[in-house]
Structure formats: structure tokens, C-alpha cells
């Protein structure tokens, strides 16, 4: 090694540099085990095979896994016990179904979010997983990319659904016949944003980046969505939007993934 490239690795402004590029090394990484050791899932599934390979998923990633149900009975009882941050629900169980636990779970501990997790895309489904309080409802063919990203929604307090059923979701809600509440009125802007939002693209640089726009000015959109509506975060925006079909979309419209 060259003298002068020894002496330089050796001074003490690069012994510096080097101690605060470890410890913003270990930082991160203590902020990533703090989010894994964080969530904390039960699973709720009549099929155990299915169970075994979602926790060896889950577990790979990090992801604490506080336990496992074969029914509706069972995920009650152990979340009651367990108080997991999230409960991946199935629907058609022996017993009692996942329908009947979500209302249960929803009504005692309101805390824990439950996320419908499962094979039927029939409509009827997705909408009796809403009504009884499902934080979101995801297919289980889903990516395990996309999957992860749900989660990480719904840790962070976002409703999630997978993309093509959001669309359902809200033309649903956009119909004619449905009663729109009178408010305050969004900007053709707002409304935009507040779709992507509904559709799963929850990060402000994602945002930003559909509309054509700073995230300095999705910030701003955001905070003018939230005081016109009275609410105080994304999550209520979006659970509001959904309950009330304040953003419709056009049947022919493709789905944005």
C-alpha cells in the first residue's frame, strides 16, 4: 500500500468518518430488528400444510410468528392470549369462520388488525370481510414481494387490499345509488391522490412520483385532505373513502399497480 494512502487511512479524520459510517450502519440495522421483533402475527388457517410454508415465509423474513389456528375458535382464544399486531384470517374454517372471529376479534381488542387472507376473490366476500371490521383482504396468490409490502402497510396504520379488489372496492362505492354524504370539496388533485392512496400506493416518494409532483407538495395535499375531512391520519382517510365512495373510478379504468 502506498505510503501516502496508508497515512491517509490511518488519520484521524478517516477513523472518524469510518466510526460514524458504523455507527449509522448499526443504527439501521437496529431500526430493521426493532420493526421485525415488532410484528407479531397469528395465523388462522384450516389448512396446516398452508400454515407450515407462511410461517417458514414469515419467519425467513424476520416477522414473529406468536402462533397458529386451525379455526375461528381457536384464533379467538389465542389472541386473546397473545395479543398479536396482526391476525392473517382465513375465511372458510370449521367451526367458526373467519367472518364470525373478525367481528369477535374487531369488538374485544380493537388494537389487533386482522387482514383476511385467502383463496375467493367473490365480492360478496370482500364486502362482509369489510363490514365486520377486516383491516384488509388479500389473496393468497399474492407475490411475496406484495405480500410483505401489506404488511408493512398495515403496521404502519394503512388499510390494505390487493390492487385489483381495491378497484372493486371502489366502484362499489362509486355507484349511483350509493348516498354520498355532503362535505367539503376536494381538488381534482386531492381526489387523485386520495385513489392511489385507496389502491395501495401508501410512500410519499411513490406518490409523488405517479402524480408528476415534489413530495414536499404530496405532504401538502395530504394535510389539506385530512383537515377538509376531519381526520388525523392516513388510515382514516382511507378507511372514509372507502365507507363512503368519496373516490369512484370508471369501470373501464385499468387497475394501477
Request: glycine fraction near 6%.
Amino acid at each position: 500500500m502506498p505510503k501516502r494512502w496508508e497515512e491517509g487511512c490511518g488519520s484521524p479524520r478517516f477513523r472518524a468518518r469510518e466510526r460514524r459510517s458504523r455507527r449509522c450502519f448499526r443504527s439501521a440495522s437496529s431500526w430493521l430488528k426493532r420493526l421485525e421483533d415488532e410484528m407479531r402475527l397469528l395465523i388462522v388457517d384450516d389448512h396446516a400444510l398452508f400454515r407450515d410454508g407462511l410461517r417458514s415465509l414469515l419467519e425467513a423474513r424476520g416477522v414473529e410468528v406468536v402462533g397458529e389456528a386451525a379455526n375461528g375458535r381457536e384464533a379467538v382464544e389465542l389472541a386473546r392470549q397473545l395479543k398479536p399486531d396482526i391476525v392473517l384470517m382465513d375465511l372458510t374454517m370449521p367451526e367458526v369462520d373467519g367472518l364470525t372471529a373478525t367481528r369477535i376479534l374487531v369488538t374485544e381488542l380493537p388494537e389487533v388488525k386482522v387482514v383476511v387472507l385467502t383463496a375467493s376473490d367473490d365480492e360478496a366476500d370482500l364486502f362482509e370481510s369489510i363490514k365486520s371490521g377486516a383491516y384488509g383482504y388479500l389473496l393468497k396468490n399474492l407475490e411475496a414481494d406484495e405480500f410483505f409490502r401489506a404488511l408493512e402497510a398495515v403496521q404502519s396504520g394503512l388499510p390494505v387490499f390487493t390492487p385489483h379488489l381495491a378497484r372493486r372496492v371502489l366502484q362499489e362505492f362509486g355507484r349511483e345509488g350509493v348516498h354520498r354524504p355532503e362535505g367539503p370539496a376536494l381538488t381534482e388533485r386531492e381526489r387523485e391522490l386520495l385513489e392511489l392512496l385507496v389502491q395501495g400506493v401508501t410512500s410519499n416518494r411513490e406518490l409523488a412520483q405517479r402524480l408528476f409532483i415534489s413530495e414536499n407538495t404530496v405532504k401538502y395535499h395530504l394535510r389539506n385532505i385530512m383537515t377538509k375531512l376531519h381526520l388525523e391520519n392516513r388510515a382514516q382517510v382511507i378507511a372514509y373513502a372507502l365507507r363512503t365512495g368519496l373516490v369512484r373510478t370508471r369501470p373501464d379504468e385499468p387497475p394501477r399497480s
